[in-house]
Nanobody, 117 residues
Framework: QVQLVESGGGLVQPGGSLRLSCATS????????MNWYRQAPGKERELVAR???????VYADSVKGRFTISKDSAKSTVHLQMNSLKPDDTGVYYC???????????WGQGTQVTVSS
């Protein structure tokens, strides 16, 4: 079955960096749009970054220039490198895959990122 497992979250000071990873299985990785979303306390889930099947990258304005999404197709894994972190980046980060083969989106369980001094 389809699985997405996030890792790499934690507590970091403002200005610091974290690298999130999302290991996937159960679907054709190259035929999926891979996304990172986040949800801060009391707020709706928002798209942070996306990597399309054609390689086009999409970022939320709030993270442009600080976050980088990438994928390792050999390992069916997507990463989110987060630099210059701010307290507003705090939240649960979710990996998702919109898989064209099934016509639906799959989600990971989320990983907590806390930016605080």
């Amino acid at each position: 079955q389809v699985q997405l497992v996030e890792s790499g979250g934690g507590l970091v000071q403002p200005g610091g960096s974290l690298r999130l990873s999302c290991a996937t299985s159960g679907f054709a990785f190259g035929n999926a749009v891979m996304n990172w979303y986040r949800q801060a306390p009391g707020k709706e889930r928002e798209l942070v970054a996306r990597i399309r099947t054609d390689g086009i990258l999409v970022y939320a304005d709030s993270v442009k220039g600080r976050f980088t999404i990438s994928k390792d197709s050999a390992k069916s894994t997507v990463h989110l490198q987060m630099n210059s972190l701010k307290p507003d980046d705090t939240g649960v980060y979710y990996c998702s895959a919109w898989y064209y083969g099934h016509g639906r989106e799959y989600w990971g369980q989320g990983t907590q990122v806390t930016v605080s001094s």
